[in-house]
C-alpha cells in the first residue's frame, strides 16, 4: 500500500500569511494529488485534483505542486475562513487510495 | 449536483455488524466511470478509507479492514450500502459516503454525505 506522510502535524499562522503543507509518497504516485480542506463538523471538500488543479469555486489563493514523491499545498494569503484541517490523498493505486495524516492550521 | 446521505444505527454493541446506506439524488448511481465510497473518521482523527464500489458492483477495500468489510449497491434504489462486522470500540467514527469521480483518468472525491457518526459501546 502507498503510504502518505503530511508535514507538519500542526500549522499556527496569522491572517495574511503565506503557508505551505507539505505531502510525502512511500512511492512515486506522477501527480494523482489530491488536496481537501475538513472545517470542524463538516465533511471534506475538494480544493485541489491532479496535484495542481484547481476545483471550481476554490479562490485562487489556494494551489498546488509537485510530482512524484513531493508535493506542496500553498495558500498564499490566509484568510479567517482558511483555518481548518488540511489531507493530501493519492489516487494512484485507484480504485484504492490513501489519505495522509491532515495538518491542522491554526489561529497564532 | 448529485447529493449523498448516510443512514443507519448510529449505536452498536462490541461484535455487533454495522450497516450503513448511502441513498444518492441528483444523479444515477449506474452512471458508468462513478465509483462511490466510504470513509470513516475517528473523532479527534484524521480520515481514513474504507472502501469503493463500482457501478457494476465491483468492490475494493483497504486491506486492513477487507476481512471484515462488505460493500454493496443497488441501482433500483439508487443507493450502495456498507456492512462492518465485529465492530469493536475503535470502530467508533463518523462514516461518510462519497462519490468518486472520474476527470479523465484523475479521480478524486467531489461530493460527500454530511457523515453520520456511529459509537460503539457496551
Known amino acids: 500500500d502507498i503510504q502518505m506522510t503530511q508535514s507538519p502535524s500542526y500549522l499556527s499562522a496569522s491572517v495574511g500569511d503565506r503557508v505551505t503543507i507539505s505531502c510525502r509518497a512511500s512511492?512515486?504516485?506522477?501527480?494523482?494529488l489530491n488536496w481537501y480542506q475538513q472545517k470542524p463538523g463538516k465533511a471534506p471538500n475538494l480544493l485541489i485534483y491532479a496535484a495542481s488543479s484547481l476545483q471550481s469555486g476554490v479562490p485562487s489563493r489556494f494551489s498546488g505542486s509537485g510530482s512524484g514523491t513531493d508535493f506542496t499545498l500553498t495558500i498564499a494569503s490566509l484568510q479567517p475562513e482558511d483555518f481548518a484541517a488540511y489531507y493530501c490523498q493519492q489516487s494512484y493505486s485507484t480504485p484504492r487510495n490513501t489519505f495522509g495524516q491532515g495538518t491542522k492550521l491554526e489561529i497564532k | 449536483q448529485l447529493q449523498l446521505q448516510e443512514s443507519g444505527p448510529g449505536l452498536l454493541k462490541p461484535s455487533e455488524t454495522l450497516s450503513l446506506t448511502c441513498t444518492v439524488s441528483?444523479?444515477?448511481?449506474?452512471?458508468?466511470?462513478?465509483?462511490w465510497g466510504w470513509i470513516r473518521q475517528p473523532p479527534g482523527k484524521g480520515l481514513e478509507w474504507i472502501g469503493s464500489?463500482?457501478?457494476?458492483?465491483?468492490?475494493y477495500y483497504n486491506s486492513s479492514l477487507k476481512s471484515r468489510v462488505t460493500m454493496s449497491i443497488d441501482t433500483s434504489k439508487n443507493q450502495f450500502s456498507l456492512r462492518l462486522s465485529s465492530v469493536t470500540a475503535a470502530d467508533t467514527a463518523v462514516y461518510y459516503c462519497?462519490?468518486?469521480?472520474?476527470?479523465?483518468?484523475?479521480?478524486?472525491?467531489?461530493?460527500w454525505g454530511q457523515g453520520t457518526l456511529v459509537t460503539v459501546s457496551s
Open positions: 512511492r512515486s504516485i506522477s501527480t494523482y
Open positions: 462519497a462519490h468518486y469521480f472520474d476527470n479523465r483518468g484523475y479521480l478524486y472525491f467531489d461530493q
Open positions: 441528483g444523479g444515477s448511481i449506474s452512471s458508468n466511470s462513478y465509483y
Open positions: 464500489i463500482y457501478y457494476s458492483g465491483n468492490t
